[in-house]
């Protein structure tokens, strides 16, 4: 049992580029969500999604695109890298939103990202 | 909107030393409240969780009370270890919506 596998773990990125960061459970977890951690900040959510077909914008979705179509896999787009998407990327998943709700959330062990 | 404001660090302290991290929250409703724990290079794990106001939520010698009159939730530990050192969060979840608002973090050091 994987758990939630990330993939890069360290990516440095120019100005511009574009890249996928891949988030995969063997869980069969409905709910999944990406994070950015920023230090001073916590984590803030770019997006997440109630199962496979459905995604919505969390707090920070600018400059990120998600889709979900296995219940597998939940990957983030970075369109077109900026220096202040620089950050620490977890994605987390739950067996279902009332799961999450309750707190019962696996995360992954992030990917580091840095845009020069 | 929800907002969870937490005390500042880094908080250093020596083993068997008495740890409090403050936790107040913003938010509509009753929410749920988290603490979550990082270890170093690692993802968060969920430490502790309090779903209703007066509820105490406790785990690995860490205690937190869901204080709505106070819109708290304090994290403490009576007598600390060098392997409590990490980041820790506290987070809300609101009740009309799927999203985890943290707060932003405390380092905590322990040393020997």
């Known amino acids: 049992n994987a758990g939630v596998t990330q993939t890069p773990k360290f990516q440095v990125l120019k100005t511009g580029q574009s890249m996928t960061l891949q988030c995969a459970q063997d869980?069969?977890?409905?709910?999944m969500s990406w994070y950015r951690q920023d230090p001073g900040m916590g984590l803030r959510l770019i997006h997440y999604s109630v199962g496979a077909g459905i995604t919505d914008q969390g707090e920070v979705p600018n400059g990120y695109n998600v889709s979900r179509s296995t219940t597998e896999d939940f990957p983030l787009r970075l369109l077109s890298a900026a220096p202040s998407q620089t950050s620490v990327y977890f994605c987390a998943s739950s067996y279902s939103p009332d799961s999450f709700k309750r707190g019962t959330i696996y995360f992954g062990e992030g990917s580091w990202l840095t845009v020069v | 909107g929800n907002s969870v404001t937490q005390m500042e660090g880094p908080v250093t302290l020596s083993e068997e030393a008495f740890l409090t991290i403050n936790c107040t929250y913003t938010a509509t409703g009753y929410p749920s409240l988290f603490w979550y724990v990082q270890y170093p290079g690692e993802g968060l794990q969920l430490l502790l969780k309090a779903t209703k106001a007066d509820d105490k939520g406790s785990n690995k010698g860490f205690e937190a009370t869901y204080r709505k009159e106070t819109t708290s939730f304090h994290l403490e530990k009576g007598s600390v270890q060098v392997s409590d050192s990490a980041v820790y969060f506290c987070?809300?979840?609101?009740?009309?919506?799927?999203?985890?608002?943290f707060g932003a973090g405390t380092t905590v050091t322990v040393r020997a």
């Open positions: 987070a809300l979840s609101a009740t009309n919506d799927y999203k985890l608002s």
């Open positions: 869980m069969n977890h409905e709910y």
